[in-house]
């Protein structure tokens, strides 16, 4: 058996490795056409273009990969049954129900390459990739980056009540450009608005360069409610070179409103989730992704469970050409299942488990009753047609 489950895992292996590098290698081809009009505006060039495609690998890996395991899985599989591989190892005495838990054992390493992928290779590309673009073009993300048009905004309490925050653009190395931070009163009053033209990090404050600083005279509200003549200024404008004010906001909470929460590590995204949290903010799409996070090493289970009956069915049921191709129709209408779940789930309020477990939850339960109906079907119908044929 060990023989026979290091030919599967070989067989598994290259097929899987094949169609991964063609995969990754027709979106990188495609992401690359799609951006070469921008070669050429304000100095980026074609080596930037390629540099930022290749620092995008380990995230297209990372999407690509339960595809690229299913399609070359039943690929596999299906050559081996073309070469009635698998007809003989069913007549030494292995059972479809066992030849299954080899693929399975067989996806574990997968698995654990895609827990390096998830925790280390891909967010630390995807935070060089958009520190990349800072420095190259002045922007960092793409159309899903949470940027409005009047730029990122964060929230945050303080000693002396409640602090919004906004970045109007985002820096190389942490740094944050045309930052305006609003200090509010306990009862919600506007106290003092500072703005700066840049700003940078440290250990649990925010220091401020070329400040304005606007503070709110706390008479005013009841002189504008009562209508009546203040007898101070109502604001007062002052001007500073530097000022350093605490907050809880980091460097990586920025850059976590760029990456889409799929893209961050498990750690990451437990801070933001409970930055969130204590500043009363929506955290439902990254309390999802903590549980799609969870569940991706199990989807590869699911995609190896999937691509096992057909890459099982003799080939006078099917060529390969013809498994290959509904093996590509399956993962295609595996991601779209998925990401139908995430947008319906989240426009529901559905459980955030919820959302992330029923597309693979599915996709195992029909591969499951798919081989059983392979490996006991025969038998199944013989005995239903007994009764009938012993009573003629």
Same mark, same amino acid.
């Given at each position: 058996?060990?023989?026979?489950?290091?030919?599967?895992?070989?067989?598994?292996?290259?097929?899987?490795?094949? =169609?991964?590098?063609?995969?990754?290698?027709?979106?990188?081809?495609?992401?690359?056409?799609?951006?070469?009009?921008? +070669?050429?505006?304000?100095?980026?060039?074609?080596?930037?273009?390629?540099?930022?495609?290749?620092?995008?690998?380990?995230?297209?890996?990372?999407?690509?990969?339960?595809?690229?395991?299913?399609?070359?899985?039943?690929?596999?599989?299906? *050559?081996?049954?073309?070469?009635?591989?698998?007809?003989? /190892?069913?007549?030494?005495?292995?059972?479809?129900?066992?030849?299954?838990?080899?693929?399975? =054992?067989?996806?574990?390493?997968?698995?654990?390459?895609?827990?390096?992928?998830?925790?280390?290779?891909?967010? %630390?590309?995807?935070?060089?990739?958009?520190?990349?673009?800072?420095?190259?073009? !002045?922007?960092?993300?793409?159309?899903?980056?949470?940027?409005?048009?009047?730029?990122?905004?964060?929230?945050?309490?303080?000693?002396?009540?409640?602090?919004?925050?906004?970045?109007?653009?985002?820096? $190389?190395?942490?740094?944050?450009?045309?930052?305006?931070?609003?200090?509010?009163?306990?009862?919600?009053?506007?106290?003092? %608005?500072?703005?700066?033209?840049?700003?940078?990090?440290?250990?649990?404050?925010?220091?401020?360069?070329? +400040?304005?600083?606007?503070?709110?005279?706390?008479?005013?509200?009841?002189?504008?409610?009562?209508?009546?003549?203040?007898?101070?200024?109502?604001? #007062?404008?002052? #001007?500073?070179?530097?000022?350093?004010?605490?907050?809880?906001?980091?460097?990586?909470?920025?850059?976590?409103? @760029?990456?889409?929460?799929?893209?961050?590590?498990?750690?990451? /995204?437990?801070?933001? +989730?409970?930055?969130?949290?204590?500043?009363?903010?929506?955290?439902?799409?990254?309390?999802?992704?903590?549980?799609?996070?969870?569940?991706?090493?199990?989807?590869?289970?699911?995609?190896?469970?999937?691509?096992?009956?057909? !890459?099982?069915?003799?080939?006078?049921?099917? *060529?390969?050409?013809?498994?290959?191709? @509904?093996?590509?129709?399956?993962?295609?209408?595996?991601?779209?299942?998925?990401?139908?779940?995430?947008?319906?789930?989240? /426009?529901?309020?559905?459980?955030?488990? =919820?959302?992330?477990?029923?597309?693979? $939850?599915?996709?195992?339960?029909?591969?499951?009753?798919?081989?059983?109906?392979?490996?006991?079907?025969?038998?199944?119908?013989?005995?239903?047609?007994?009764?009938? !044929? !012993?009573?003629?």
């Amino acid at each position: 058996m060990k023989t026979a489950r290091r030919y599967l895992a070989s067989e598994i292996y290259r097929s899987s490795a094949i =169609v991964l590098v063609a995969l990754v290698g027709l979106f990188s081809f495609f992401a690359v056409v799609d951006d070469l009009d921008q +070669v050429g505006r304000g100095g980026f060039r074609l080596y930037h273009l390629l540099f930022l495609e290749l620092l995008a690998l380990p995230t297209r890996i990372y999407d690509i990969l339960p595809i690229g395991l299913l399609i070359g899985s039943i690929l596999a599989l299906a *050559g081996l049954a073309q070469r009635h591989e698998l007809v003989i /190892l069913r007549v030494s005495g292995v059972s479809g129900m066992r030849l299954l838990g080899m693929l399975w =054992v067989i996806a574990v390493p997968v698995m654990v390459l895609a827990l390096i992928l998830a925790e280390w290779l891909t967010p %630390v590309a995807e935070v060089k990739l958009n520190e990349t673009k800072l420095a190259i073009t !002045g922007s960092a993300g793409g159309r899903t980056s949470g940027i409005l048009r009047s730029g990122y905004w964060f929230k945050e309490d303080t000693a002396s009540g409640e602090r919004i925050i906004n970045v109007g653009a985002l820096q $190389a190395g942490g740094g944050a450009a045309n930052v305006t931070l609003y200090d509010f009163t306990p009862e919600r009053q506007l106290s003092t %608005v500072i703005a700066a033209a840049t700003a940078n990090f440290a250990t649990n404050e925010l220091r401020l360069q070329d +400040v304005t600083v606007t503070t709110v005279a706390p008479s005013i509200e009841s002189s504008l409610r009562e209508g009546a003549r203040p007898t101070a200024p109502p604001v #007062k404008v002052t #001007k500073e070179a530097e000022r350093t004010v605490p907050t809880t906001l980091t460097p990586e909470l920025l850059l976590a409103r @760029v990456l889409t929460p799929e893209r961050m590590s498990f750690t990451d /995204l437990l801070d933001y +989730v409970g930055y969130l949290n204590k500043n009363h903010l929506v955290s439902d799409r990254q309390i999802v992704a903590i549980w799609r996070k969870l569940i991706y090493p199990f989807t590869l289970l699911a995609m190896i469970t999937i691509a096992a009956p057909i !890459g099982f069915m003799q080939t006078r049921r099917g *060529g390969v050409g013809v498994k290959m191709f @509904v093996g590509i129709l399956l993962g295609v209408a595996f991601f779209m299942l998925n990401q139908l779940s995430l947008n319906v789930g989240m /426009l529901n309020r559905w459980p955030a488990w =919820v959302t992330a477990v029923a597309p693979n $939850a599915l996709g195992l339960a029909l591969a499951l009753l798919a081989m059983l109906g392979m490996e006991y079907g025969n038998l199944l119908r013989a005995r239903w047609r007994q009764p009938a !044929g !012993g009573a003629a």
